[in-house]
T-cell receptor
Framework: GQQLNQSPQSMFIQEGEDVSMNCTSSSIFNTWLWYKQDPGEGPVLLIALYKAGELTSNGRLTAQFGITRKDSFLNISASIPSDVGIYFCAGQMLTQFYFGTGTSLTVIP | DTEVTQTPKHLVMGMTNKKSLKCEQHMGHRAMYWYKQKAKKPPELMFVYSYEKLSINESVPSRFSPECPNSSLLNLHLHALQPEDSALYLC??????????????FGPGTRLTVL
């Protein structure tokens, strides 16, 4: 399947700091999605992006669909303890969604 | 409503047992998915149903048997599983518009343990 490279693999930050993570691929995607997953739970959709260059916000989260359609980034501003979890990007092509390797976020109070 | 429900939440089964996982969505989505997820890894696609027809089988062993009785329901029948099949099994659905598959939503998952 398609490989999405997601970085960083893990982050340890102080509460209140901003966070940035990104995904890159060798393939072009029609849609980029960002999910957050808590242990033992299903991924929760945070943001969906549909057009190259699109910049979308959801509260403290901002994500962008890269111009080349091969990358996307997610920013979290003013992190809080409940932001802890694993963040996955996903690219959509035809009927399938391909996932990044995940970014594990730890927020230190 | 963006809810996908899954039952049971937890399942422990022996290698000779037969069990089923169930998934339901009422968002009118015409694509439904089964994924397998190991700890701290991304979900791995198992099956895709489009308009109630199996469209993708990612070379999944026959001990996993999917079924889509109608557009809202998706089952995964399990038989003669192995301990390495222990994982979180996730169901998801996505809207299909103009042939484009958008916004995939996940259920809470079934934590499966095979003894």
């Amino acid at each position: 399947g398609q490989q999405l490279n997601q970085s960083p693999q893990s982050m340890f930050i102080q509460e209140g700091e901003d966070v940035s993570m990104n995904c890159t691929s060798s393939s072009i995607f029609n849609t980029w999605l960002w999910y957050k997953q808590d242990p033992g739970e299903g991924p929760v959709l945070l943001i969906a992006l549909y057009k190259a260059g699109e910049l979308t916000s959801n509260g403290r989260l901002t994500a962008q669909f890269g111009i080349t359609r091969k990358d996307s980034f997610l920013n979290i501003s003013a992190s809080i303890p409940s932001d802890v979890g694993i963040y996955f990007c996903a690219g959509q092509m035809l009927t399938q969604f391909y996932f990044g390797t995940g970014t594990s976020l730890t927020v230190i109070p | 409503d963006t809810e996908v429900t899954q039952t049971p939440k937890h399942l422990v089964m022996g290698m000779t047992n037969k069990k089923s996982l169930k998934c339901e969505q009422h968002m009118g989505h015409r694509a439904m998915y089964w994924y397998k997820q190991k700890a701290k890894k991304p979900p791995e696609l198992m099956f895709v149903y489009s308009y109630e027809k199996l469209s993708i089988n990612e070379s999944v062993p026959s001990r996993f048997s999917p079924e889509c009785p109608n557009s809202s329901l998706l089952n995964l029948h399990l038989h003669a599983l192995q301990p390495e099949d222990s994982a979180l099994y996730l169901c998801a659905s996505s809207r299909v518009a103009g042939g484009i598959y958008n916004e995939q939503f996940f259920g809470p998952g079934t934590r499966l343990t095979v003894l």
